[in-house]
């Protein structure tokens, strides 16, 4: 593990976090819904932690619910911004207002089959990013995108969550890092992916590859966020300083455009 809290960040960015308000709707998702989450638990868990930013991504509990990333953005500073989910029906009017709220991106759920069309998701990609130069992030097991990786490589600006989740799948990971493709740390307690060899095969192919994030409060993973995740990282990159910084803070704040 890292020798000490000196080979740490000095700064973090979490890439990804849900917050689960229940003071708007929830949607059953395989017959579970989660407990709630707000902005207090979120920093009750992270406190004394170096973070000065994230983005809140909606989880597939939240639907198309807008309402609750609005109310939560507006809570925070501009420091923390948001992934939302949107139909394929959703208008350019409807996306232009969002992006007012610090919105970045839409999350596209292929893990739990909720989307497939995959040729549709890639135009869809190109259409918010003319529109508000927002990016696809998608939720997969990356044992399922060897058909798609061709097509996915064509979208202006992608990511992926939680290294692919299958540690059979990296190669494919590693095939769209190859690609421009960014690839957040996230979710160590749900991926079955080796994290200190996918971290270091992803930074060596590209040094603007990875993004940290808790995946906080960690819905339906087998463990949530330990500060021990942060030194699994931190050694997987031979705690070289401007590595450490990339992965922690660098990569995501000029993905996400947010400034410190």
Same mark, same amino acid.
């Given at each position: 593990? =890292? &020798?000490?809290? #000196? ?41 004394? /932690? ?8 909606? $989880? ?10 609005? +109310? =939560? ?6 420091? *923390? ?6 139909? $394929? ?7 232009? #207002?969002?992006? &007012?709220?610090?919105?970045?991106? %839409? ?5 739990? $089959? ?17 529109? +508000?130069?927002? @990016? /696809? ?19 202006? &600006?992608?990511? %992926?969550? @939680? ?16 690609? $421009? ?10 991926? #079955?992916?080796?994290?200190? +060899? =996918? ?5 060596? !192919?590209?040094?603007?590859? /990875? ?21 699994? !990282?931190?050694?997987? /990159? ?9 992965? *922690?803070?660098?990569? =995501? ?8």
């Amino acid at each position: 593990m =890292a &020798k000490s809290r #000196e080979q740490w960040p000095s700064t973090i960015i979490d890439s990804h976090l849900h917050i689960y308000d229940d003071a708007f709707p929830l949607i059953e998702n395989q017959g579970r819904l989660p407990d709630p989450f707000s902005i207090d638990d979120y920093q009750r868990m992270v406190r004394g /932690l170096p973070i000065d930013g994230g983005v809140i991504v909606s $989880g597939s509990f939240q639907g198309f619910e807008q309402r609750y990333l609005k +109310a =939560a953005l507006d809570k925070l500073d501009d420091n *923390f911004v948001g992934v939302t989910q949107l139909p $394929g029906s959703v208008s350019d009017k409807q996306i232009t #207002e969002l992006a &007012k709220h610090r919105i970045r991106g %839409v999350r596209v759920n292929l893990k739990r $089959g909720i989307h497939r069309d995959i040729k549709g998701i890639v135009e869809f990609g190109k259409r918010i990013w003319d529109l +508000a130069g927002w @990016h /696809l992030e998608i939720y997969v097991d990356s044992r399922e995108i060897d058909d798609m990786i061709e097509t996915l490589i064509k979208l202006p &600006k992608l990511s %992926v969550d @939680h290294l692919g989740m299958s540690k059979s799948g990296l190669s494919q990971i590693r095939r769209l890092a190859e690609n $421009g493709v960014k690839v957040k740390a996230s979710g160590f307690g749900r991926t #079955e992916v080796n994290v200190k +060899a =996918a971290v270091k095969s992803l930074y060596d !192919i590209d040094p603007s590859c /990875l993004m940290f994030g808790t995946d906080l409060p960690g819905t339906r993973s087998n463990r949530s966020f330990e500060p021990s995740d942060i030194d699994t !990282i931190v050694e997987a /990159l031979d705690g070289d300083r401007e590595a450490v910084n990339n992965v *922690f803070s660098e990569n =995501a704040k000029a993905f996400y455009q947010i400034t410190v």
